[in-house]
């Protein structure tokens, strides 16, 4: 009898430790591998490739760069560096919370190649979806900078976006171009980056 019982612990041991291997160790949660994307754009809000170094600076796509546009590029000035990157829609909202009275913001947006068309591409910051400044994207735009903004407790947004530009292509085309590096720097806490895309 006693015989039969430890054959049977030690059985039943195995099948859990088989088991809890299956359910852990294959998902790509646990291995921190993420499943193939299809390159139709796709609505996502992330925190992964956010940085907040201190509760004063965050920062968006430093070791992370994002591809705006539609995935039709033939001659786009950055063509090889879009290339490395999957499209995921044409408007990008880097998105952060400020939470003192009188926060003095600076947000500047450092990478950027591949514009090519004039009057199509933006920057917006924005607070709750009500725009607060525009800049545009040119071809010479090696960066965009907001400086000296005073802002309230809220949420805020960069928002980098390609709109349809029927100059080039009788149908129109979103212009394609990467977008990475954004900071932003206050003189009170800000919390919360993530980035989101439609």
């Known amino acids: 009898m006693k015989v039969f019982f430890s054959r049977w612990d030690s059985l039943v041991g195995i099948l859990l430790t088989m088991s809890l291997m299956t359910a852990c160790g294959s998902g790509a949660a646990f291995t921190g591998k993420s499943a193939k994307k299809s390159n139709k754009p796709d609505p996502t809000t992330t925190t992964e490739p956010v940085k907040q170094i201190t509760d004063r600076n965050i920062q ?9 546009g539609d995935n039709n590029y033939p001659d786009s000035s ?3 560096q879009i290339d ?4 995921n829609g044409n408007r990008y909202f880097f998105e952060f919370e400020v939470t003192e009275p009188q926060t003095q913001l600076n947000i500047a947006v450092n990478k950027l190649c591949g514009i090519d068309y004039l009057l199509s591409n933006s920057t917006r910051f924005a607070r709750e979806g009500t725009v607060l400044q525009v800049q545009p994207l040119l071809p010479t735009s090696g960066s965009i900078i907001y400086q ?10 960069v928002i980098v976006e390609s ?3 029927f100059n080039k292509v009788r149908s129109g085309d979103f212009d394609d171009f990467i977008v ?12 919360n980056g993530s980035v989101r895309t439609e």
Not at 60 to 68: E, L, P, R, S, W
């Open 60 to 68: 968006f796509g430093v070791d992370k760069v994002f591809h705006i």
């Open 78 to 80: 950055c063509k090889e």
């Open 84 to 87: 490395s990157y999957q499209i």
């Open 148 to 157: 000296g903004l005073t802002v309230e407790p809220g949420r805020y947004s």
């Open 163 to 165: 709109t349809k530009n």
């Open 180 to 191: 990475g590096n954004v900071i932003v720097n206050a003189n009170k806490p800000i919390r």
